[in-house]
């Protein structure tokens, strides 16, 4: 496209060119944008060499961070670089033809429904009104006859209150009608506004930010850079066509934006098969911005970094043993260096020989008072500061006359050493000797938590007496406007999370990851979560069935889920279905490549467990000195599904740190072994130590049942018992 030029003041006209969203990656908090944008610049005096050009690249949000503002050349003429990037804002107004933002509708339904709300009440009060008319009788006089009452006319009140009540009371359920439909359209109108995009700006007088990048040309190429002399005459020739047409380049722009977050969601499919070819999962994300531009059609990334972590490389602390010392804490501050005021003596003495209107008779007989021995220079810097209020002229006979201003520190000399040589001193007869001052400690500084972020601080300059060549923190970025929208951005950090969701910063712990999506996928700047795919992700799935038959009898169908895949998988929901219905959503924990996990997808009614225990005691050794627990464990499962399922079974023996109890195991049917490892918790992650665990694994063919049988031996001395009796299952 042909950039529009726009009026910069003595730079000229300046090409206007629109943006294109195109990439979009999003952090934990906060994204980074890359527009890009296409123009022909103008043929003179651009292409020459050592010259510049400016565009202005229109689109970007107004919540953008303008420290972070990029700008490269993707395409066009050889040698021409970007310089400078540059934030520009400015107010447009709205056209008369442009149609009325949600907030102008609202404002017009508002002031419907309070017309309406006026007119119910007016209705209302006349009811009142109308209601209150009773028909009264003259009051008679003394030795009056009784007169006739007049009943026609008090049936021709009564009808004409009846008649207008009606129709008063059919405009007041109209009214009611209305107004009840005028409220409803309010609530509407208000939710719409409130779930609304925020790249639609609903102020009267929006504010619109643009990029301005400054180009440049180094002169290399076909005007005597270093590979000129390899040119061939058909380059030659195509470049001077370009620049006699003007010349073609494509920009792309790289900002920073806060309001920006995401958090991982799966979906797994299973297939009731009984065998672990059946199952795929699928990566999904849930994205809410509030950034000010809608993401429409851009290639998505989620990334797990931080934009705002710490750069700076810490520091390792020696160890040393011996008397406790005190170490020196590192600063995070300096004071101004000395002789600082030095650095600006040619600059005050520039300004001070710049020709200056008269001054009042007032400020000239002030000034008429210099003293003798001050040099010039202290003048100049004087006549450079904002002049002090001139103390009141004492009429005390005595007083001791004003300090004379010292000259300035010598180069080398320290401010404090030059204080204390040129300090004043009290004349004698006025005010008798000078008394020394008490030393004064030196009081380390205290900057304020503005002082230490050092990206916003910034160098005060020439022209700000108090605070020339010091840093001090900058001022917001943008204005109020710009701080009001990021703050309102800022607001999507703190949306409530999806049930079971995982911060990603805690799920990935150390580690940072980044995931692509396949696909261009859209999401609104509404501040609200949008689901958008990612990728199907390879795992290998082996379904399990397990069963604690002495805590529950109720067989838990489990998937042995393994990331065949080279990224890591964070923690997060997934939803489970199987056969393409829902079962249900269950917690999926952080997988690294190749890792192994199981995941519990519900209660399994088609696998029935049952349990059965016998107890027989009896006494053994000499004189029956031992009591002898025998415990026998039956299992029973049945298996009524149409496929072989796999069932692990969880017993445990009982264990004893009693050098007087022996625990002695029966050889079990089928044999059981023991488990040292924890058992996986109920989130995903490595659960507690059971000690004495024992695990059957059993594969049972559809239909068929089988029994599982295993006891143990428990012999205490017979003067003692268990915990609780020694009759327990």
Not at 595 to 619: C, D, M, P, Q
Request: with cysteine; hydrophobic share 35%; charged share 30%.
């Amino acid at each position: 496209m042909t950039a529009e030029p726009v009026e910069d003041g003595d730079a000229g006209p300046v090409p206007r060119v629109a943006s294109v969203l195109e990439s979009v990656v999003v952090h934990s908090v906060g994204a980074v944008c890359v527009r890009r944008a296409r123009c022909v610049l103008p043929p003179a005096p651009w292409p020459s060499p050592g010259a510049t050009a400016r565009v202005r690249i229109e689109g970007l949000p107004i919540t953008l961070v303008e420290h972070s503002l990029r700008g490269r050349i993707v395409s066009g003429p050889p040698g021409v670089r970007v310089t400078d990037a540059r934030v520009e804002r400015t107010a447009t107004l709205r056209r008369a033809d442009e149609p009325a933002g949600p907030r102008a509708a609202l404002e017009e339904a508002e002031n419907r429904r309070d017309e309406l709300r006026e007119r119910r009440d007016r209705i209302a009060a006349e009811i009142d009104e109308v209601a209150g008319l009773r028909a009264v009788p003259p009051q008679p006089r003394r030795g009056d006859p009784p007169r006739r009452t007049p009943v026609e006319s008090l049936l021709a009140l009564a009808d004409f209150l009846d008649d207008r009540l009606t129709l008063l009371h059919e405009r007041l359920r109209a009214a009611e009608d209305g107004l009840r439909r005028a409220e409803h359209e309010v609530d509407v109108l208000a939710d719409r506004l409130r779930k609304a995009s925020s790249a639609r700006s609903t102020a009267r007088v929006p504010e619109a930010v643009a990029a301005v990048l400054t180009l440049d040309r180094d002169g290399r190429g076909r005007d005597g850079g270093a590979g000129a002399e390899d040119e061939t005459a058909e380059a030659v020739e195509a470049v001077e066509a370009v620049e006699a047409a003007g010349s073609a380049v494509e920009f792309e722009v790289e900002y920073q934006v806060p309001g920006a977050t995401w958090l991982p969601v799966y979906r797994m499919r299973l297939e009731d098969t009984g065998t672990g070819s059946g199952g795929t999962l699928v990566l999904r994300a849930c994205v809410a911005q509030r950034t000010g531009e809608d993401w429409t059609g851009v290639r998505l990334g989620l990334s797990t970094a931080d934009l705002s972590r710490r750069t700076d490389v810490p520091r390792l602390r020696s160890l040393r043993i011996g008397r406790r010392r005190t170490e020196p804490t590192a600063r995070d501050w300096r004071e101004p260096p000395s002789g600082l005021e030095e650095l600006f003596a040619g600059y005050d003495a520039a300004v001070a020989s710049r020709p200056s209107p008269p001054a009042p008779r007032a400020a000239a007989v002030a000034g008429a008072g210099r003293p003798r021995g001050a040099p010039s220079g202290a003048v100049a810097r004087a006549a450079a500061l904002p002049a002090a209020p001139a103390p009141a002229p004492s009429l005390v006979a005595g007083a001791a006359p004003a300090p004379v201003p010292s000259a300035p520190p010598p180069p080398g000399a320290s401010d404090t050493a030059w204080r204390e040589h040129e300090a004043p001193r009290e004349v004698a007869g006025f005010g008798g000797p000078a008394s020394p001052e008490p030393p004064r400690e030196p009081s380390s500084p205290r900057p304020s938590e503005e002082m230490l972020d050092y990206s916003r601080l910034t160098l005060a300059g020439p022209d700000e007496p108090a605070r020339r060549g010091r840093l001090r923190p900058a001022p917001d970025e943008g204005g109020p406007v710009a701080a009001e929208h990021r703050r309102r951005a800022e607001a999507v950090a703190r949306l409530a999370r999806p049930s079971r969701a995982v911060d990603v910063r805690h799920s990935a712990g150390s580690f940072h990851h980044r995931y692509d999506t396949a696909a261009l996928v859209d999401v609104a700047a509404d501040g609200a979560w949008h689901t958008v795919p990612v990728c199907e992700v390879p795992v290998e799935t082996v379904p399990e069935y397990v069963c604690v038959p002495s805590v529950d009898r109720t067989v838990y169908g489990t998937v042995l889920l393994t990331n065949a895949s080279r990224h890591a998988l964070l923690a997060g929901p997934a939803d489970v279905t199987v056969d393409g219905d829902f079962v249900l959503t269950a917690p999926l924990p952080t997988l690294a490549p190749g890792e192994r996990r199981r995941v519990g997808i519900g209660a399994v009614e088609s696998v029935r467990v049952t349990r059965r225990t016998h107890l027989r005691e009896s006494t053994a050794g000499l004189r029956g000195g031992t009591t002898v627990l025998d415990h026998t464990v039956e299992v029973e499962l049945a298996n009524r599904l149409p496929h072989r399922v796999t069932v692990e079974v969880r017993e445990r023996v009982p264990v004893s740190d009693e050098k007087d109890v022996r625990i002695e195991e029966h050889p079990a049917t089928p044999p059981w072994t023991p488990h040292d490892e924890p058992f996986d918790g109920d989130d995903g992650g490595t659960g507690h130590h059971v000690r004495g665990a024992r695990i059957w694994r059993v594969e049972l063919e559809p239909g068929r049942t089988t029994v599982l049988k295993g006891g143990y031996e428990i012999r205490v001395p017979a003067g003692k018992a268990l915990v609780g009796g020694n009759r327990r299952d």
